[in-house]
């Protein structure tokens, strides 16, 4: 575990960021803590370097990655800009967990997986603000983990699924949303949400005040081509329970685990990874990647997993489970 340096969230200790730059700068991979999951990052402006970020992950090639940056001068460098009227918007919600599909510049074809536009967002997470301007490099960066598993919300989890193949993991404890960014992008006078995420829906539509449409993409015409995959799924059977009731009568059969909320978990006798309570979804949203991984390293072959609101971080919640369990239910 000689490539896991532990660091600071808030201060973090500038040696490491020095050292961890150094690998940017050179090509090399460094996976670290955002506030939404950990990502894996290599500098963006370099072919070679982003090409590291698909093998190691054994990601498709047709996927593109986000570029994380720290200033809007990157913004500037790698895209051809917003739309004049939404520069005060994003200084307002930037850094955080919105993503936004530009149209790219000074980009090659692999972070791109060649497309004319590029997803950019600014994390509010003091790790990577730090190496990006310590590298100068815009960082390329997709979720740290193995391609199709679920996202790492800590760095044993990237660990768990990358090993030495990364150059260095910067372990600053767990990411805060536990889910992924929110992706947008405009279309006309509307706001298309790609991938539900951290940055809820509603947020989007009362900061720009634009008409918000959830993508209702087909998987043969992806706008944002990594929603196609099969994605954060574990690898033993997960079912979604639609009803109280269908739950309890599966937790009777004595062969399934219940992942879920502490009040349903309450009235079951069954084994139960509980993710929180429903009245607290960021707490849900945060436990639950790592449960997906806890039931691979069950003794049980499947789980069933309880729907939660489609509100605020519940609509990426809901997107999230229902990838893990491509569409079964109880
Ligand atoms: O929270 C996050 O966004 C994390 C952290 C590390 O920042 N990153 C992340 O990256 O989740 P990744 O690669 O796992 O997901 C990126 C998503 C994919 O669904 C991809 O298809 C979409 O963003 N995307 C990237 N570039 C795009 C583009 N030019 N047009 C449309 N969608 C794009
Ligand atoms: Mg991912």
């Not at 808030?10 to 999951?37: K, L």
């Not at 972070?111 to 990006?132: D, F, K, Q, S, W």
């Not at 960082?139 to 391609?147: D, L, R, V, Y």
């Not at 599966?250 to 219940?258: D, I, K, P, R, T």
Request: proline share 6%; with cysteine; aromatic share 6%.
């Amino acid at each position: 575990m000689e490539n896991i340096r532990k660091v600071d969230s808030i201060v973090p200790d500038p040696e490491i960021i020095r050292e961890a730059a150094e690998v940017i700068r050179r090509g090399g991979t460094v996976a670290f803590p955002t506030e939404t999951v950990y990502g894996i990052g290599a500098n963006a402006l370099d072919d070679d370097a982003c090409r590291g970020i698909f093998s190691v992950k054994g990601r498709q090639q047709d996927n593109p990655i986000i570029v994380h940056i720290s200033d809007f001068d990157q913004l500037e460098y790698v895209t051809q800009g917003l739309p004049a009227d939404l520069y005060e918007v994003f200084e307002r919600v930037w850094p955080g967990p919105l993503s936004v599909v530009l149209e790219k510049k000074n980009l090659g074809v692999i972070p791109t997986a060649g497309l004319n536009t590029v997803a950019v967002r600014m994390p509010a997470h003091r790790i990577p603000l730090e190496l990006i301007r310590k590298s100068g490099k815009p960082i390329a960066a997709p979720s740290a983990n193995k391609s199709g598993s679920p996202s790492p919300v800590h760095a044993s989890e990237v660990f768990e699924d990358l090993g030495t193949k990364v150059d260095l993991i910067l372990d600053g404890g767990p990411a805060y949303f536990g889910v992924e960014s929110t992706v947008i992008m405009f279309k006309g006078d509307e706001i298309v949400l790609l991938r539900p995420g951290a940055f809820s829906a509603e947020d989007v539509q009362r900061i720009f005040k634009k008409r918000v449409k959830v993508s209702g993409e087909s998987p043969q015409t992806p706008v944002s081509p990594g929603m196609k995959y099969r994605h954060y799924a574990p690898e033993k059977d997960l079912i979604l329970g639609r009803s109280e009731e269908k739950i309890i009568r599966a937790c009777e059969s004595g062969n399934v685990l219940f992942i879920g909320s502490s009040e349903t978990a309450a009235k079951l006798n069954c084994e139960s990874i509980i993710l929180g309570s429903k009245n607290d979804l960021y707490e849900v949203a945060r436990n639950l990647f790592p449960s997906f991984r806890k039931l691979d390293k069950s003794k049980y072959s499947t789980g069933v997993i309880e729907g939660f609101e489609e509100k605020g971080i519940g609509l990426a919640i809901m997107n999230r489970i229902n990838k893990a369990t491509s569409g079964r239910e109880l």
